[in-house]
Nanobody
């Protein structure tokens, strides 16, 4: 069984930076994309960023473009999310997700991903 272990969340002031990490552990698997989603209190979980293993393409939701950067190490099945210029509205639980199967579903869709981390809290104070 594959597990995703996240780290790097915490409390930061507005304008600050955090770097989230997510590593797959357990049985060896090939990821066909890794991504970050987030869920703020009282809201639905939303897509943040994704990284295609095959093409190296990256995808971002509009609200984080220019501030967040997703990167990955395929050999280590690890994905990072560098978050700069953080805003209070970025406060949420951030979830790492991975796809262990080939899929034509959009990288921005939760449906694509079949392995999920437990989430890490990011809190941005004003």
């Amino acid at each position: 069984q594959v597990q995703l272990v996240e780290s790097g969340g915490g409390l930061v002031q507005a304008g600050g930076s955090l770097r989230l990490s997510c590593t797959a552990s357990g049985r060896t698997f090939t990821n066909y994309g890794m991504a970050w989603f987030r869920q703020a209190p009282g809201k639905e979980r939303e897509f943040v960023a994704a990284n295609s293993r095959s093409t190296g393409n990256t995808y971002y939701t509009d609200s984080v473009k220019g501030r967040f950067t997703i990167s990955g190490d395929n050999a280590k099945n690890t994905v990072y999310l560098q978050m700069n210029s953080l805003k209070p509205e970025d406060t949420a639980v951030y979830y790492c997700a991975a796809s262990s199967r080939i899929s034509a579903t959009s990288y921005t869709s939760e449906i694509r991903y079949d392995v999920w981390g437990q989430g890490t809290q990011v809190t941005v104070s004003a």
